[in-house]
């Protein structure tokens, strides 16, 4: 059988590729893809490739994107599943295989938080994450085929371990295109990726939905909506209409790193205000309002937003 369209991912790195060694596989033309969670924070070498999927994907948090490490050729069997002795075929059932790394255990989740180990916590992926999971499956299905749908259901780990109600049977299995998770693949034990948010995921690569997912209410800021929040937290402020523009476009330029200067130290002490009363919001909150105003309302802001006049004080007390 021979391997037809594209092999390389664009814009993976081959730092870890075993395709041409030991442990190459062999040729097949993919139709299914299979989700699995590393369930460690860091990529590995997977043995020296004896157990590695066709591609992992290595969450970058300062760039927000995810990493991909290609092992094999895409339509070339990975080694990430069990194959056991007589019934079906695992690996080489025209299987795409992608390593998440991360976790979908709400426990480990749990303890790495304490731990303040930086992680992916499937069940609840990032919206950068969830764009370019989407993204993969999108050219998986225009270069190769496999169908934008998958199973579902995707139980929650530790409940998706074992002989669960969504491990599919031999005839489910021999029949099945589209995405699942190693906790849907027969001969195999894992639970893995847990509650993964395909149907979201799925929808974004159909183009029937965007990205972010949890952070949208804030994504939606509005200059109005800003104002409105400093009048509300920011305590003792001076809140008339001169004022609320000027502390709107200098708590711009500060998020963005362009306060000019030879700011005044009343906007300065305006601005540690206002930062205190942003503290009061959860963390995800913070980085997602700060992404917000940075990223989505930038063009908003330049068109909508003027600098204070020269008589605009800044409020007594800051």
């Not at 225009?142 to 109600?165: K, N």
């Not at 980085?287 to 063009?299: C, M, S």
């Amino acid at each position: 059988m021979a391997r037809t369209g594209p092999q390389k991912i664009p814009g993976a790195r081959f730092d870890l590729f075993f395709g041409d060694g030991r442990y190459s596989g062999s040729d097949m033309e993919v139709n299914c893809g299979v989700i699995h969670t590393t369930e460690g924070p860091t990529l590995y070498d997977y043995n020296s490739g004896g157990v590695a999927p066709t591609v992992t994907a290595v969450p970058d948090f300062d760039t927000q994107q995810l990493v991909w490490h290609q092992h094999f050729d895409v339509d070339e069997s990975a080694r990430a599943l069990v194959n056991a002795p007589g019934g079906v075929q695992t690996n080489l059932a025209n299987t795409f295989q992608i390593e998440l790394v991360g976790t979908c255990d709400p426990a480990t989740h749990a303890q790495w938080t304490r731990q303040g180990v930086q992680h992916i916590y499937w069940p609840e992926p990032p919206a950068w994450a969830v764009r370019d999971l989407a993204w993969l499956m999108r050219w998986l299905s225009d270069q190769h085929g496999i169908p934008l749908t998958g199973v579902a259901e995707w139980l929650p780990y530790p409940a998706s371990y074992g002989a669960s109600r969504v491990r599919m049977t031999f005839d489910q299995w021999r029949s099945f295109t589209g995405w699942c998770g190693h906790q849907h693949v027969p001969e195999n034990d894992h639970g893995d990726p847990g509650s993964l948010p395909a149907a979201h995921i799925l929808a974004v690569a159909r183009g029937e939905a965007t990205t972010p997912t949890e952070e949208d209410p804030l994504m939606a800021f509005t200059e109005a909506d800003l104002r409105r929040f400093i009048r509300e937290e920011a305590s003792g402020i001076d809140v008339r209409d001169s004022i609320a523009n000027a502390m709107f476009w200098w708590l711009t330029h500060a998020i963005n790193g362009t306060v000019p200067e030879g700011a005044g130290a009343g906007w300065a002490g305006l601005l540690g205000t206002v930062g205190k009363a942003l503290t009061s919001l959860p963390d995800d909150a913070k980085q997602t309002l700060r992404e917000a105003i940075a990223t989505e309302l930038a063009d908003g802001i330049k068109l909508t937003v003027t600098a204070p006049s020269a008589n605009t004080s800044a409020p007594k007390g800051s």
